[in-house]
């Protein structure tokens, strides 16, 4: 899963990425090494090691404290799977933070997903308020954490009424997945630091966020409609994801592209971090009738 993280970033110029790790440290930069992520000249890829970061906001927090982040940045697990353009994500965000400076972060959504899609990789039902002409973030819940005992037909959504004064039109959509890929500004850093309660992006900053209105930070959503991105966050959804991988709905991340090239041996021998995590690439190749050789 981190090779096609990584991968993604790489295609996409991405020339300096920090991987946070805590558990099973020393094995994530074995493969790394391993891989040869830690040698390409064009992408730089810097393991963090903290054996204290037990969450996103804990990674954040040391990322402040090690002051090694000067710029707008994209912040994204090492789980998700996606081939978006990341260059088209990056220039709406600076063209919004060019005109807004109060425009702290893009959260990138898939759109287009039915309760079928939601079903099929294990993600709860969410439920965003969007300005129409802006796409600004108003409002973000999570059915799983909101009337959790109510009946499907009896559960409903409060807005409050200067949304509507504000702006001429509202987008309430249900059919958003949220992957995990955030472009942030430099203050997102800071925010973190000065709130030690907030753990998870999705749960606590952008609910924060969004609550906290009078200090004029601003959260802006990307949609992306014809790309694939999701986030194997289960055995469901990786068992999704990566018959999607299969299909080719993340081309060019395709099999053939033997984007893995760590595979590990079969009869891996001692401790040795080549013969552990293997240094030939994997040799996939697509053939007719949708078979992989």
């Not at 830690?38 to 810097?46: A, H, I, P």
């Not at 959790?148 to 200067?162: E, Q, S």
């Not at 203050?187 to 998870?200: A, H, I, K």
Request: glycine share 6%; hydrophobic share 40%.
């Amino acid at each position: 899963m981190l090779e096609y993280t990584l991968e993604w970033l790489a295609m996409n110029g991405v020339e300096d990425i920090y991987v946070v790790c805590c558990a099973h440290a020393d094995q994530i930069q074995e493969h790394l090494r391993a891989a040869g992520w830690l040698s390409r000249r064009k992408c730089k890829v810097m393991p963090v090691v903290s054996t204290n970061c037990l969450s996103m906001g804990d990674a954040l927090r040391l990322m402040d404290h090690k002051d090694l982040i000067k710029s707008d940045f994209v912040l994204i697990s090492g789980d998700v799977v996606t081939n978006a353009c990341l260059g088209k994500i990056m220039e709406a965000h600076q063209r919004r933070r060019a005109a807004d400076r109060a425009a702290i972060m893009t959260v990138v959504m898939r759109g287009g997903m039915t309760r079928a899609h939601r079903v099929r990789l294990g993600d709860s039902e969410t439920t965003v308020v969007m300005d129409s002409s802006t796409s600004r973030l108003l409002k973000f819940e999570d059915q799983a954490h909101r009337d959790a005992a109510a009946p499907r037909h009896r559960r409903h959504l409060r807005l409050d009424a200067h949304l509507f004064g504000e702006r001429d039109t509202l987008s309430v959509r249900t059919d958003l997945l949220e992957p995990g890929i955030y472009v942030c500004a430099p203050e997102v850093l800071m925010l973190f630091s000065d709130n030690f309660d907030y753990q998870n992006v999705r749960r606590d900053f952008i609910t924060g966020v969004l609550s906290e209105e009078e200090l004029g930070n601003k959260i802006f959503v990307y949609e992306v409609v014809k790309e694939y991105a999701a986030r194997v966050h289960s055995l469901r959804s990786y068992d999704a994801i990566s018959r999607d991988v299969m299909a080719r709905w993340v081309h060019p991340l395709v099999p053939e592209t033997n984007v893995c090239r760590g595979s590990e041996p079969l009869t891996p021998a001692g401790n040795d971090a080549q013969a552990k995590w293997g240094r030939q690439r994997t040799r996939y190749r697509y053939a007719r009738g949708r078979i992989y050789l």
